[in-house]
């Protein structure tokens, strides 16, 4: 008499993400089962990036996206996966101001920040260390510049493209300067795994994140119009400018020179003492099975 095969164990993976057009895209064949990992049940979780930064140090989630400035701070519990990461090559988070303001004149002033362990706050500290941090949830800090709450503030996500028509400044784009200072991309948020989930599970999950990253890149159309309904305040061509600045080639893999930015980052926090370390960072596919 025949034997069944035994059932195929499913283990839940709690993944949690920004609910950003751009994560939204990322994730949105896993969200849809367009992508399926055999013996993997993903369940998403949606919530603003300091909040996952903090929510890491309970371990919170299997899977979390995070700062990569918070990865020092985690780097005991999580490790890095090498693919959903978002860089910006040129580019990336803004300080911006009611008023024309000279870079100098940050010095001193009170700056609204979306959050201490950002890793916008932390290439903010890098460039101008002496200012006073006020942390503002990242979709209040405009309307908290406006209200005179504060001498500037520090744009992330869709902040960095809306700025200008709602009469803001910009001072400096810190993607910008880090770029003409090292010569890399500037590393903002990746993905990192429970190390308690084992390499074998983990090898499954970043293989089934990477496809749907593939997937939405292949299907470009279809995922943006699914990320659509999380653009805020985003009209389509925004939206798809930029889904384009923060999914592309680096989200796949971060290669020799992306690894090199996340550890110039890492390294730069520490040596100001501004993050604790020394902080390696340690990547999922380096680890063996």
């Known amino acids: 008499m025949a034997t069944k095969p035994a059932p195929i164990q499913t283990i839940e993976i709690k993944l949690a993400h920004s609910p950003d057009s ?8 896993l969200a849809t089962n367009r992508v399926k990992a055999q013996g993997l049940q993903f369940t998403h979780v949606l919530s603003d990036i300091e909040t996952l930064n903090q929510a890491a140090d309970t371990e919170t989630y299997d899977v979390t996206a995070i700062s990569f400035a918070a990865y020092a701070y985690l780097r005991s519990k999580y490790v890095l996966l090498d693919c959903g990461a978002s860089f910006g090559e040129g580019y990336g988070p803004i300080v911006v101001a009611n008023r ?3 870079r100098s004149e940050l010095t001193g002033s009170r700056i609204a920040v979306p959050g201490l362990r950002t890793t916008a706050y932390l290439t903010l500290r890098l460039f101008e260390p002496k200012f006073e941090a006020i942390p503002v949830p990242f979709d209040q800090i405009i309307d908290a510049v406006k209200a005179g709450n504060a001498d500037a503030g520090l744009l992330i996500h869709e902040g960095q493209l809306l700025f200008p028509e709602l009469g803001l400044h910009r001072v400096v784009d810190l993607g910008q300067w880090w770029q003409e200072t090292t010569q890399l991309p500037l590393p903002l948020g990746g993905n990192a795994i429970r190390r308690s989930i084992g390499p074998e599970a983990g090898q499954q999950v970043a293989r089934a994140i990477r496809e749907s990253v593939s997937y939405a890149l292949e299907h470009r159309e279809e995922a943006l119009n699914y990320a659509l309904q999380f653009a805020r305040d985003m009209d389509t061509d925004l939206a798809d400018k930029f889904v384009g600045m923060y999914v592309n ?14 550890q110039e980052l890492l390294d730069r926090g520490f040596e100001a003492g501004i993050i604790p370390g020394p902080a390696k960072a340690e990547y999922l596919s380096d680890v063996p099975a």
């Not at 751009?22 to 064949?29: H, L, P, R």
């Open 22 to 29: 751009d994560d939204a895209f990322m994730f949105y064949a």
């Open 100 to 102: 024309p303001l000279k």
């Open 249 to 262: 080639k680096w989200t796949l893999g971060y290669g020799e020179r992306g690894r090199a930015a996340v």
